[in-house]
Structure formats: structure tokens, C-alpha cells
């Protein structure tokens, strides 16, 4: 019986500095891309394969895409034309910051620099009950498991034979009102409108609800004002029942009780509430704020000037961002290019660059020919145009001509036919409705050991 | 909790007769493309939403398309233009051939007519290890496991510190030389040439052995002997290692010993060598033969005229035929369209019409640029052009415009970049490698009720 022990990281002996890299995401990849194999040794670090395009995630959950359009391998990405560069497939289990290593499931490695890049996970703030049964859109096995139990609801409300258990089936529920939740809705509210009815002649799609629950007062609270009240007027008209300024108190798979009081009977309600930092093991605690590793203008962590940290998972407070910079792409791609320079600079004993943000604008879509946009300069955009704006900057940030193409022809597909093309559901066991079910998934899942 | 009781198949009353498909394959889809709603009700059951176009599994498996490519929601494809059509996901688990009713695990139904078209399931002769420790191909979720198995396979290899354990990473052992393994062989091989070496360049491909073993004399025997000739030159070529008649008489997961004593250390055997029907409770034993329903002339199952079996489920001996027709999509598409036409006669008590088949040849494809046929009037093509009339054919039956555009345009990449673009591992849970994985999987699989 062959087990871990077995494994070994098996990483070429170098002499030149080794930079170990965990994380595959907008942060660790952009540095990969700039950082010569001639100076150093790169290693990276991730529990999956492939690096995922998350603003497109809630695509593959309302079956927009495949998931294998908004993912590139990472191998793929960093073939043999990169000298010295050595990817495993290993989740780190901790760091030791002072013995210099990295320890992952397979095996212990050392490092000259250290580069943290692990992003965020799904934050559930303490709530195991939520944790339990709701959906949460963070990766994609996540997306695949929401859109197989999307599909199984209705397939289950057409089966129906208690009216309140079809109406709980039918009533969905999105904890947040941010981009991603957003998104969802806007999805949810056009397969209702365009797909749904033909796909299932048999049931009664105005009794089905799509609620949205945001704990501040508007939603895409990050966004310009302007831009959250045209996307508020929007789901509005499209039908989406919108809570603002409460949040879910408890749910039990088949009942969410809000804060204000309300009760929802729902089979659905996916998370899209909140991120925390995706922490390694090994820090200080002094290097760690409210999840995040603080770190200074270079992206160094404090007290260890060989160890970085990058994008989200970092916290970098500066006069224009006291809490640090948003949790979107941009601050991860700009970090990750300028490690690659100052870790150069660090070989040459130069001076390093601090980290200025250039702040590129926000965007969201939220419907058919409808998206809003927050561009530098205070311009704010809605409508076609900013929905224009979304499709060819995503189309333009997506990793891979392959998947550029795949994303493209689809979108022309579906903007011209009004269909989706991937509604299967393929995931191998289908399940039970209602709370057993969740709990029989859950145990399944768990006491899996993860590479 | 909510359970099953509280489900039900919820048909509606009709004063048309009934017809009952289970099955969503080649047959089924084209029964119900051709029977009028307006003559009966017709209800389909299917335990997946969708209908998969099976040629192309293979393609899934080796990362060369999405599974969303070759599979299409039933529920698509019978939008409300099909009037009095009516899906179930639901899993059948026995038919009543007296009291002419149908059971499902939501619930049970009458027909006035019955069609199965359940097709084939994989046969692993009986042989429990193998079941257990094998990776069967029949499946949509069978494919992704495969790839995922596949791509960590590399990775662990690259990983490894025992040359031995690192040989039986690099050993992988397709039993059966039909289409299938033929198939996968050939795409196993072009993997080797053109896309692991720069994905892996650490491991040394030299190594990594394709094994195709199969029992009879000669590759592909159910087509010509030209063609077996043709295909086992050119899988030799590509070095795929042909065992000819032998058997794997068992596999631990970790060794397979052939019934010629040959011995395989190899973590992955992919199981190709059989199937058998996938028969369904209820009807007595001498409508059953050899796993298959025997029928008439006209699909009829012996002593229930109105109860049918279509496709690979179903034995039509004839004198062309004795052993009935092969178990590929002609048969099934064909009768399923004469079955509509009987139906119809049935009801305005015409004559039925006698099923003849019309053999359209037989095509395997084994690589780049390469492939077989068998063509009818003793016409065997190979090399390129029956490279292209393989592509053609298989765009041209791929069902829905959208699978079409996607294949089309997944395969003019690949052809012009030697890439594929999907080598993705999309499953959740990360295994150890060796048997104990294997046992845990199956184990967390099984006890999971299936609607």
C-alpha cells in the first residue's frame, strides 16, 4: 500500500536563490510570468492544477460555461519554456519562517524567498450550521456542485406533490450583495425569464423567488453609489427580492431566519457573504490581522524580510487604503509583477520599489446588455456599453487563447439564441432533497485526506 | 426531512395512450423525435438529464474535450415544442408487465406502451476486484475520474522517490482492443508525444508504457481484418505494447497478473472489455437472453405486444444477425425511428413494419490524422481520409448546434496547436495514490441512495 510516505517533493538541487511560491492565483502567476528562471529557482505550491478565473465562477454555477472554460492548467501555462520552474501539486500544511521551510501533505522544502499568494476562502464567520448546508461559490467544484443542485431543484418541484415543499424548492436564496452575489441574481433572474419556462413547461415559474440579502444599506457595497442604485432599480425590475441592510441568522437547510425577523423557507441558499484570508501556518501571530498577513510597501511580512505576501491574503495599509486594498484582481496582478522586479532588485543588493496601486475600476454585471462600471475619474457607466466594457475586459483578462475563444463563442451563442448550453448535471450521485441529504454529502466529503 | 414520499412522477391524466420510454440514449431520443404528441402522452425516464453521445467519452477521459461537449440536456432538446412530452429524472427500478405499470424511486406510473432503451452497462464479468479496483469507461462521471486519475498519476509520479512505485505510475493498462481501447490507446500515446513531455520535464517519458490487452487474436474484431491489420501497424508504431489473446485474470490495484502470466505493476487499468445490458426487473426469464431482451421483428418482447426493447438492450436475431446487431448507434437510432412508425401503425391497427438494418459501416479513430473504416460493399478506407470522414460523421451526430460548434472548434485547435486545452482536475478530493485510495473512494460512493 503506497501512501505519502512515498512521495517526496523531489525538487533539482540549485544553486541559485529558490523561490518558493504558494498559490496559482492572479498574484502567484503574474510573478511566475516575470521572474527569470536564469536568476532563480521557482517553485510553486498549489492544491489544484490549474489557475481559476473566479470572476467567471458563478457562470459555471448557472451553467453559462464549463468549468474547463475559466480554468488553465498551470503546467500548460508554464510549459518547458520556463527554465527552472517546478510546479507540485501539494497542499502546504505550514511554514517555518525562522528554519526558512515549507511543508506541504508530501514533503518539506527550503526557501531563499518566500512568497505567500494563497488568496481567500469562504467565510462563514464562525456560523458551522450555515457552513453546513448552504452553497458556497468559491471554487469550482463548488460551481459544479450549486448548478447540479439548481437543476435537481427544479427537476424536484416538477415532482412535487406538497405545494410548500415545491414553493421551498423554488425560492432561492443569495447571502450578499456584492459582485458575486449580484451576478447570481442577475443569472438566476434570466434563466427564470429565458430558459427555465421551455425546460420545464410544467411548473409555474412566477412563484419562483430569487432573494438576495445584503447586510449594508445598498447593495454592491463597494461600488460608486450611482453604480449600486442602477443595479438596484435593475434586479428590481427583474424580479429579485432584495433585503438590504440584514443578514441570515441561522439555517437549517430547509428554513433561513434573517436578523429582521423574516423566515424563508428555501432548499437553496448560497453563500457569497464574506472571504477571509487563507492563512498558512507558521506566522507570528504579530504578522496577522483580522486574517490577513500585514505586510509593508514591498509586500514584505514583518519581522522576515525573505518572506512576501501578495493579493488578497495580504494587508497593506496605506494613507488611501487604511484597510488595506480590495479583494479583486487588479492589487494581485499589479503585487505579483513588482515582486518579480524587487526580487530581482534583491539579488543585486538595488533599492526595492514600493507597491502604488493603480486603480483600474470596478465592474459588475448584472443582467442581459447590462453591466455598471466605476472607472477612474469618478465616471460611473451603466447599460450596454458598461456591458460591453465587462465582456471585453473579461474576455481580455482570461488566461489562454483556447479559453478567450471558448468563452467568446459562447457568449455570441448565448447572446443571440438566449440559451445556455450546459445544463447537465454531472455530478455522479443525485440527491435526496432536504437536510439528510445535505448531512449524507457532508459526511461523504469529510475525513478525505487532501494532497 | 424531506424524502422520497414526498415526491411523485406527477404525470398528468391523458385520454392518449401512453408511452413510456426509459432511456435517453440513440434509441429513445429518436423514438421521441418522431412520435407525435398529438397521437400519445409520452414520458421519458431518464437517471441523468442528459443525453451523451458515447463515441467521444474517450475524449473526456484524456482531456481532449469538456464533458459539456458531448452531452446534451434531454430537456433541451424536448423543449415545450414537444407537445405532451414529459421528463423524468428518476431512476426506474422495475416494470410490471401484467398490471403494465412502471416503478421508479419516486414513484409509479401505467403505460399502454413501454419501450426500454436502457442500452449497456459495464461487464466486469463477475470479477469483484476488478470492479473494485478498475476504471470502467461507460460514463460521464467514469470519464472525469479517469482524466483526474490520469493527470494526478503524472504528478505523483513526478513526485516519487522509489523508481519501482514511480514505474507502476508510468504503466497504464487498457483491457479490451475494441473502438474504446483502440481509442484511448491512440490518445494515451499522442498525450505522450506532443503534450506531457512539456507539461512534465522532469519525468521521462521513455518510460511510460500503454498496454492494450485483448482476448481475441486481433485489435478492433468486430471490424475487418484489413483494418485490425491497419490499426495494430500503427498502434505498434506509436508504441502501444498489444497483448493479444489473453485476459487480465486479476488486478489488486497494484499488480495485474494475465491469464499468460504476464505480470503489470500499475496503478491504472481501465476496464473496456465488455458490457453487458442493463436490464431492468420485471420481465420473466425467457424474455432474457445472455443479459439481453429478446424481441421480434418489430422490437416486441415475446408474450407482451406492447411492451418494446430498442438498441443494445434489445436481441433481434435474424438470419444476417444471429447473434443479434452490434451494440453501436445505427442499430438503436434506426429502430427507435421504425419503432415511432409502429407505434402510430398500432394505433390505427395497420400492419407493422419488420426492422432491417442498415449496416452505415464502422469507424474507429487510433490518432492524429488516423483512423479506420469499414464501409458498407467491403470498402475499407484508412489513414487521413478516413480520419476526416470520422471527424464528419461524429460532428454531423453529435446532437445540438451548440456540441457541434464547440467540438469543431476544440479539434481545429488541437490539430493546429498539438494542444489540448482541458487537463484540468475537476474533482474535489485530491487521492492518495495505491489501493487504500481506491477502497476509500469506493467506499464513500457506495450507501448513497441514487434517484
Given amino acids: 500500500m503506497y501512501e505519502f510516505d512515498k512521495l517526496s517533493l523531489n525538487i533539482p538541487a540549485t544553486t541559485k536563490p529558490r523561490v518558493v511560491i504558494i498559490g496559482g492565483g492572479f498574484g502567484g502567476i503574474n510573478l511566475v510570468k516575470k521572474l527569470s528562471g536564469k536568476d ?35 503546467r500548460k501555462m508554464f510549459g518547458d519554456e520556463y527554465e527552472d520552474f517546478h510546479f507540485r501539486l501539494a497542499r502546504v500544511t505550514g511554514i517555518d519562517p525562522v528554519a526558512k521551510t515549507v511543508t506541504t501533505l508530501v514533503g518539506t522544502t527550503t526557501y531563499d524567498y518566500l512568497v505567500i ?30 448548478r447540479s443542485h439548481l437543476l435537481q431543484s427544479f427537476e424536484q418541484a416538477n415532482m412535487i406533490t406538497d405545494p410548500e415543499v415545491r414553493q421551498s424548492l423554488l425560492n432561492f436564496v443569495i447571502v450578499g450583495g456584492g459582485p458575486t452575489g449580484v451576478e447570481l441574481a442577475g443569472a438566476l433572474a434570466e434563466m427564470r425569464k429565458h430558459v427555465l419556462p421551455s425546460d420545464y413547461p410544467g411548473l409555474d415559474f412566477s412563484k419562483m423567488n430569487i432573494y438576495m440579502i445584503e447586510g449594508m444599506d445598498r447593495v454592491l457595497p463597494p461600488m460608486a453609489p450611482e453604480s ?22 441561522s439555517y437549517d437547510g430547509e428554513v433561513a431566519t434573517l436578523k429582521s425577523g423574516e423566515i424563508i423557507h428555501t432548499h437553496t441558499l448560497i453563500w457569497a457573504a464574506g472571504v477571509a484570508g487563507a492563512l498558512v501556518d507558521g506566522l507570528p501571530p ?4 483580522r486574517g490577513r498577513i500585514l505586510v509593508n510597501e514591498f509586500n514584505q511580512v514583518k519581522g522576515f524580510p525573505e518572506v512576501f505576501a501578495i493579493g488578497d491574503i495580504a494587508l497593506m495599509k496605506t494613507d488611501e487604503y487604511p484597510k488595506g486594498h480590495p479583494g479583486v484582481a487588479q492589487p494581485a496582478i499589479q503585487q505579483g509583477k513588482l515582486l518579480a522586479d524587487n526580487l530581482k532588485h534583491l539579488l543585486r543588493n538595488e533599492p526595492l520599489e514600493p507597491f502604488k496601486y493603480h486603480d483600474k475600476g470596478s465592474l459588475a454585471i448584472i ?8 472607472l477612474p475619474g469618478n465616471v460611473h ?71
Avoid at 383 to 409: E, P
Fill in 40 to 74: 532563480f529557482q521557482v517553485v510553486m505550491f498549489d492544491k489544484q492544477n490549474y489557475h481559476g478565473f473566479w470572476p467567471l465562477l458563478y457562470q459555471v454555477a448557472t451553467a453559462g460555461l464549463e468549468p474547463e472554460a475559466i480554468a488553465e492548467p498551470l
Fill in 117 to 146: 499568494a494563497t488568496g481567500t476562502k469562504t467565510n462563514f464567520f464562525g456560523n458551522k450550521e450555515i457552513e453546513k448546508y448552504s452553497f458556497p461559490l468559491k471554487q469550482i467544484p463548488d460551481a459544479i456542485r450549486l
Fill in 228 to 249: 449600486s442604485q442602477k443595479t438596484h432599480k435593475y434586479l428590481d425590475k427583474k424580479g429579485v427580492i432584495i433585503r438590504l441592510n440584514t443578514l441570515v441568522d
Fill in 286 to 289: 504579530e504578522s496577522v490581522e
Fill in 367 to 374: 443582467g442581459r446588455n447590462q453591466a455598471v462600471a466605476d
Fill in 381 to 451: 457607466l451603466s447599460g450596454f456599453f458598461a456591458w460591453v466594457t465587462w465582456l471585453f475586459v473579461h474576455i481580455m483578462y482570461l488566461i489562454g487563447f483556447r479559453n478567450k475563444l471558448v468563452v467568446l463563442s459562447n457568449w455570441m451563442y448565448k447572446f443571440f439564441t438566449y440559451e445556455s448550453g450546459t445544463r447537465i448535471i454531472i455530478r455522479p450521485v443525485i440527491r435526496k432533497i432536504g437536510k439528510a441529504a445535505r448531512e449524507q454529502e457532508q459526511k461523504a466529503s469529510e475525513g478525505k485526506e487532501k494532497l
